[in-house]
């Protein structure tokens, strides 16, 4: 494969937020543009005018900005395909399709809403399916069952019609798919797709076809919902006489329930986001956020994206994104569909975290000042290190940590009450006894102090987290102790003491 003419294209289209699919596909193909030293290109396919939402373009521009998997080429970059926007290019496809016209490749249709209807009644009436294919076309009305007279007076009283691909039946047609292999698709049973709608604009076969010609597009890398066009698309290129480009069809990304794909119309009833930023629906405003801010880093976010239906074949599950690039192959992508786990994405998580300990530092100081609290810089990095393996993003450092800046204002209902009695304040004076008589107040010193009574330690141990902590819950209970000190932990015992007797 050539080093320098690998061109790639991610073609979304403007009709609402990216999910996790289309934005695996935009890195795929960038992952393999870089990894061949070749060009990615960023293309709008806006030929469904009647499904466009205004603020599209913007959200894939600064979905793939976060990703850190800009364009070299194409909208919002520039390049010398301009313009990358299908609804820019109706004349160059109207010069292209009266080509395929003139050769006798695609012909004019003009069967109303009504006859296709009829025509479709008439075959499940019978037990077959309607396909306006090689069979039934000379049935139709369309150009190929009319005199050159005939047609010329139609498209002259400006009736209305659509343009038609020619299939010609009778071939199986030998494709390759770069990771599904070879495919051979009959085509007796491929209906005559329109290329041309009646409101006169391209279909995304049509534009499709011809953007990648004239863009000069060597790979095409889109996902496996597209795999049944690829014969029509095949079929275009011969016909104009044009090579065609390489394609690979990515695997789907599946929902764990076995309910298929997952995909923008159902993305209300998963337990996962699958937008990468989020989105604002138009009509209503609503918010939905993505990975950006339910606060996962782009770097993990790629990374868990990257592993989702491609493996590099060696252990090893963390690799920066100029790694990705050294090890993407087009061999290692799996033919069949991926299921998405959030446990496996918030774990990617995780493991980027232990590189935020700044990030974490600023958000933490934040929490306190927001609560007119402050502390020393080392007294918090110790924090950090101390509870960083208990979180998975950012913003859960402060209910991990809460308990080292706030005395506790209530208690954990349901032990609280349980242990409103006289031997949870007899155990309770003994702890603050056993804590005033240490003279040197570090874990290490007073683990032992505990350990005497086994008989009641685990019920000791538990009144003790209640009172420095207010919930059963934590790091280990002596480090807290050596970190809040001796004062303060005397304090909170006292606290509790107290809360108890009012109680009883």
């Avoid at 998997?69 to 970059?77: H, L, N, Q, S, T």
């Avoid at 935020?356 to 000042?369: A, G, H, R, T, V």
Wanted: charged share 25%; with cysteine.
């Amino acid at each position: 494969m050539s080093q320098h003419f690998v061109r790639v294209r991610f073609a979304p289209s403007p009709t609402g937020p990216l999910h996790l699919g289309g934005i695996r596909t935009a890195l795929y193909n960038y992952l393999f543009a870089k990894r061949h030293g070749g060009t990615f290109i960023l293309r709008i396919e806006d030929t469904d005018r009647k499904r466009f939402v205004s603020n599209s373009e913007s959200y894939i521009l600064e979905t793939l900005k976060w990703c850190h998997i800009e364009p070299d080429e194409g909208v919002g970059y520039g390049g010398p395909y301009f313009p990358y926007y299908q609804s820019k290019r109706w004349n160059i496809y109207r010069f292209y399709i009266n080509q395929l016209l003139e050769k006798g490749y695609a012909y004019y249709a003009f069967d109303t809403d009504l006859d296709l209807d009829k025509k479709r009644k008439e075959y499940n009436d019978r037990g077959l399916i309607f396909s306006y294919n090689y069979k039934i076309r000379m049935d139709m009305n369309n150009s190929l069952t009319m005199t050159k007279e005939q047609l010329d007076a139609k498209l002259q009283s400006c009736y209305s019609y659509v343009i038609r691909f020619k299939i010609q039946p009778g071939e199986k047609l030998n494709m390759y798919d770069l990771i599904r292999g070879n495919i051979i698709v009959d085509t007796d049973y491929l209906d005559d797709k329109i290329l041309l709608k009646s409101d006169g604009v391209a279909t995304y076969h049509l534009a499709n076809t011809i953007d990648d010609h004239l863009m000069k597009i060597t790979h095409v890398l889109r996902g496996e919902e597209w795999l049944p066009s690829m014969s029509l698309h095949i079929l275009l290129y011969r016909a104009f006489g044009w090579i065609p480009p390489h394609f690979a069809h990515l695997p789907l990304i599946l929902r764990k329930d076995g309910k298929g794909k997952i995909s923008k119309r159902n993305a209300d009833s998963l337990d996962f986001p699958i937008y990468p930023i989020q989105w604002k629906v138009p009509d209503t405003q609503i918010i939905i956020p993505g990975y950006r801010e339910l606060g996962y880093f782009p770097e993990a976010f790629v990374n868990m994206l990257a592993l989702l239906g491609w493996n590099p074949g060696i252990k090893r599950e963390i690799f920066s994104l100029q790694e990705l690039i050294n090890f993407f192959s087009l061999e290692k992508i799996n033919k069949s569909g991926v299921y998405f786990d959030l446990k496996k994405a918030n774990w990617f998580n995780k493991k980027y975290l232990n590189k935020k300990k700044e990030e974490i530092f600023s958000f933490l100081c934040e929490e306190l000042k927001k609560r007119s609290i402050f502390y020393k810089k080392d007294f918090l990095c110790k924090i950090i290190h101390l509870t960083i393996d208990r979180i998975h993003f950012i913003h859960e450092i402060w209910e991990h940590s809460f308990y080292f800046f706030i005395s506790p204002s209530s208690y954990e209902s349901n032990f609280f009450n349980k242990i409103c009695h006289q031997k949870s304040i007899f155990q309770l004076e003994n702890v603050k006894i056993l804590l005033s008589h240490t003279s040197q107040f570090t874990s290490v010193n007073l683990k032992p102090l505990f350990q005497e009574d086994q008989k009641n330690r685990h019920q000791i141990m538990q009144l003790f987290r209640l009172a420095l902590v207010g919930v059963l819950k934590g790091i280990d209970i002596f480090m807290i102790l050596e970190m809040l000190g001796k004062e303060e932990s005397i304090q909170r015992v006292e606290k509790l003491i107290n809360r108890i007797k009012e109680k009883i």
